[in-house]
């Protein structure tokens, strides 16, 4: 997360230096929500007052996530947590932001995830409220520098009459080169003492472990955990040392050979995400369209991705369309940037089943699904949100050129791109058997689950999965001992001997106790 907020001003991109990269964002990201048109439409001081709270979370706030308070730790999360909702609810970025929530759920600890209420009760001495003294100041200056530096560094006024937040940036580049320079290595320091605390502490739980087997199982994992740790730890430090390209010079050899050693298996690498806001001036766009005469050409419409202008974009988190989302990409730049998009051209030309599977679902919806078309080209658009008021309409496009050239089976311009890259004359797949029983099976159930659009299939499966441990919690039953009345009498302290001993259980009996003698 501080990569990618660094990234953004050591691109030196305009958008984001001077804090109007959201004016863009929700319409020309890879594939916008509904919620991304009525954001695209909020007022201008709101979108740069956005970008600001940004910065914030992804620069200053993560360095919290190794704060030695626990309400410090419990903000940062909270902080991430705001944002990645805000991402899903106006992007379709699939599975990534969710993946970044569970990695984030590691700032949690075992009494807020059980919702456990504090020890009240206990005895509050002079050194517990020295401690939460000294913890409460602490707090409040982390949180007093990071309102000052926020006010500070990003001129932050409030205009009372017009009831609007100005904000612009008032450092410089070179300011910024030299605050990193100064904070890469010292994060890399907290990283790995952050790392050897809890390697300690996992060392002490092994201590306290009882039985010689259960002692040499655990040191066994131990051992091999807190090694892969360690080296994946130390081989990701090579990554994250190249937003500053001295620090990452200074680095340690042996780090630097780790990373190289294992470079090929990508277990670790850099990340910085919309490093430079694109489309700018429009979201390109790239509309394929297919005819049989050559003449009359029907545009192809892709299940996610924009193309008719009346269509609300969809929700597709937690699926990645890649196709779709490949589109996006070659829409940057001219086709030949994009080779497999040549591969994607023959095979609508060919009519292949599995590649049409991939534009529409439900192949009827395909308008070549009774013969596939004589002739594939496509169109470079850019597409604009609709203005409110605009009914039935969600966006407004206007052609720019014409992105790849009419082309047929056989003609020679396509013949051409296919060996220019290496995409002619290729062996067919070997045929796998399908005689087995699972094989037949799998294919079975993807048989009757193919019309299902993939986001229905796997928010179906992830509701089932919820309803399920619902009924679960409903329906188990406490341990023996575990309720709260059986934990309060088992902990209740015995009453005290008075000698005399208890009544009879028989409630006819009307004899007075005895003394014991």
């Not at 940062?76 to 992007?91: H, R």
Request: contains cysteine.
């Amino acid at each position: 997360m501080f990569a990618s907020g660094v990234v953004k001003l050591t691109s030196r991109c305009p958008a984001w230096w001077g804090l109007t990269a959201l004016t863009y964002h929700y319409e020309t990201q890879c594939l916008p929500t509904p919620a991304s048109w009525f954001a695209h439409h909020l007022p201008v001081w709101l979108h740069r007052l956005s970008v600001v709270a940004t910065f914030l979370i992804e620069v200053a706030v993560p360095p919290l996530f190794f704060a030695p308070t626990r309400r410090l730790r419990l903000a940062a999360f909270y902080c991430q947590v705001l944002l990645q909702v805000l991402i899903i609810i106006t992007g379709n970025y699939n599975f990534f932001n969710l993946l970044t929530l569970v990695l984030t759920t590691s700032l949690l600890d075992d009494k807020h995830l059980a919702a456990e209420p504090g020890n009240s009760h206990c005895k509050k001495t002079p050194t517990f409220w020295l401690k939460a003294l000294l913890i409460l100041l602490l707090e409040l200056t982390v949180g007093g520098l990071l309102a000052y530096g926020t006010v500070h560094y990003f001129g932050l006024e409030v205009d009372w009459e017009q009831y609007t937040v100005h904000s612009s940036t008032t450092f410089t580049f070179h300011q910024f080169s030299q605050w990193l320079k100064t904070v890469i290595l010292p994060t890399m320091w907290l990283g790995a003492a952050s790392l050897g605390w809890e390697l300690l502490t996992a060392l002490w739980r092994w201590t306290q472990v009882r039985g010689w087997l259960r002692k040499l199982w655990a040191a066994v994992q131990l051992s091999i955990f807190g090694t892969a740790t360690v080296a994946l730890f130390t081989i990701s430090l090579v990554p994250y040392s190249y937003m500053e390209p001295s620090t990452h010079g200074r680095l340690w050899t042996g780090a630097h050979r780790l990373f190289g050693a294992v470079e090929h298996l990508q277990l670790a690498n850099s990340y910085g995400l919309f490093r430079r806001m694109t489309g700018l001036g429009g979201r390109p766009e790239v509309v394929l369209e297919g005819s049989y005469d050559g003449h009359h050409w029907t545009e192809i419409e892709f299940m996610y991705k924009p193309g008719n202008v009346s269509r609300p974009p969809p929700v597709v988190v937690p699926h990645q369309p890649r196709l779709d989302w490949q589109m996006w990409f070659a829409a940057l730049g001219p086709h030949t940037h994009s080779p497999w998009f040549t591969s994607l051209v023959l095979c609508l030309l060919q009519g292949k089943e599995p590649v049409i599977l991939l534009i529409q679902n439900d192949v009827a919806r395909y308008p070549f699904h009774k013969q596939p078309p004589n002739f594939v080209r496509a169109q470079r658009y850019k597409y604009w949100f609709s203005q409110p008021g605009e009914q039935g309409q969600w966006w407004r496009r206007q052609w720019v050129e014409e992105f790849f050239p009419p082309v047929s089976l056989g003609d020679p311009k396509l013949d051409m791109l296919l060996r220019q890259f290496g995409l002619q004359d290729k062996s067919p797949p070997r045929a796998r058997s399908s005689s087995n029983i699972l094989t037949q099976a799998l294919h079975w159930v993807r048989r009757q689950l193919s019309p299902l659009e993939a986001p229905t299939l796997l928010w179906g499966l992830i509701l089932t999965v919820g309803a399920i441990r619902v009924v679960q919690a409903l329906l188990g039953h406490h341990p023996s001992g575990s309720c709260p009345a059986a934990r309060e009498e088992k902990h209740r302290p015995a009453p005290k001997d008075s000698g005399v001993t208890p009544a009879p259980t028989n409630s006819s009996s009307s004899q007075p106790p005895q003394r014991r003698k």
